[in-house]
């Protein structure tokens, strides 16, 4: 199994709809999760941390079930400005970040 | 403050050539990372870096790979010989703690192997 696995998509939604993405991972021993969005062609950056059962910031939530070993990253009111890819980090304490293969998100007028 | 630096932002080689790409990282950064994304995945952990000294270079493919910090700012990641499979896009990323959690990334360079 895969540390991390997350939809590939893309999801194509249109402007103003709510999207959500998940997260699968296996080591019961993460300990924090992170959500890092990558624009075509650029580098990642992270956009939440998730260090309990979840967190908000703004039009984004994340949520955490860890007796199902997933992640989820909602997203409200979607804009056109949100079209990107969306990694998934479990964290276990190791020293580096493993990322997923993402999940696209295309957002359309 | 200015973000993680890298060179070339662009590269084509022929397989069996050489590359070396260059990395400057934020002021005061301890930790410097190489990461190797290929298109459709998630970037992939190459090396990792605690000032000078090696942390983690166990997906390094060290028969074509090397890299290294000297004095423990910039890093140079270089393949010799390069093949069709090392296309893909090579991120640094630098820490300044330790275990990753505030890693940022520079914009990388785009290596196409013909």
């Known amino acids: 199994r895969k540390e991390v696995e997350q939809d590939p998509g893309p999801f194509n939604v249109p402007e103003g709809a709510t999207v959500a993405f998940n997260c699968t991972y296996s080591?019961?021993?993460?300990?924090?999760f992170f959500w890092y969005r990558q624009d075509c062609r650029k580098e990642p950056k992270l956009l939440m941390s998730?260090?309990?059962s979840g967190n908000e910031d703004g039009r984004f939530t994340a949520q955490l079930n860890r007796a199902s070993q997933y992640i989820s990253l909602l997203i409200r009111d979607s804009k056109l400005s949100d079209s990107a890819t969306y990694l998934c980090?479990?964290?276990?304490?190791?020293?580096?970040?493993?990322f997923g293969s993402g999940t696209r998100l295309q957002v359309q007028p | 403050e200015a973000g993680v630096a890298q060179s070339p932002r662009y590269k084509i080689i022929e397989k069996r050539q050489s590359v070396a790409f260059w990395c400057n990282p934020i002021?005061?950064?301890?930790?410097l990372y190489w990461y190797q994304q290929i298109l459709g995945q998630g970037p992939k952990l190459l090396i990792q870096?605690?000032?000078?000294?090696?942390?983690?270079d166990s997906q390094l493919p060290k028969d074509r790979f090397s890299a290294e910090r000297l004095k423990g700012v910039d890093s140079t990641l270089k393949i010799q010989p390069a093949k069709l499979e090392d296309s893909a896009v090579y991120l640094c990323?630098?820490?300044?703690?330790?275990?990753?959690?505030?890693?940022?990334f520079g914009q990388g360079t785009r290596l196409t192997v013909v």
């Open positions: 990323a630098s820490s300044p703690i330790s275990d990753g959690r505030r890693a940022f």
């Open positions: 080591n019961s021993a993460s300990q924090s």
């Open positions: 998730v260090y309990s």
């Open positions: 980090v479990p964290y276990t304490g190791r020293r580096a970040l493993t």
């Open positions: 002021s005061g950064h301890a930790t």
């Open positions: 870096f605690q000032n000078n000294g090696v942390v983690d």
